[in-house]
């Protein structure tokens, strides 16, 4: 066992092979009941961890703001606008900044409505992704994708319900609760 009181511990996203602050190989040992990456060198226990990241729901009464994911292997699946916060960002901050690069829609951190917090586990990382909703009314600027076959448009939410092959469940169900909202 460790002695949490004398170990350092830091934070990765992804599974780490080496030490990241003297590249010895790692090991493993057993912290708190569970088991964990471990460099005897420097006596640092490495915990992995999700990673926050922003999305907003953008809506009117019957339409809702989409991505076409540019990603080959998602080609045809829509996404939400969003992304990873900057270390200096606060969420809001962050989910505005996103909307703004990925459809040129600018909006007020103010107007923004917290919906909730997804968990959602890759085989590299796992995200917490704080979800947002908004007005569309509260939106300003022209819809300007940010890059060629990167489609941001305005779908009815009919449209998007019945098409189950081109949106994730999880999308889904938070853009369904917008609507509730
Ligand atoms: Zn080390």
Known sequence: MIDPESVDIDSVAVDPDHCHRCGAELGTRTFEGREYPWCAGCELVLSRNPVPGVHVVVHD???VLLLDEPIPQHEGVWSLPGGHAKYD???KRAVVRELEEETGLRADPSNLRFLTILHAEFPRVALCLIT????????SGELTPEAEGFEAAFRP????????DRIRESDLERIEMAFEG
């Open 61 to 63: 009464d019957d339409s």
């Open 89 to 91: 960002e606060g969420p």
């Open 157 to 164: 939410l009919r449209e998007v319900r019945a098409s189950p």
């Open 132 to 139: 947002y909703a908004l007005e569309r009314s509260e939106v």
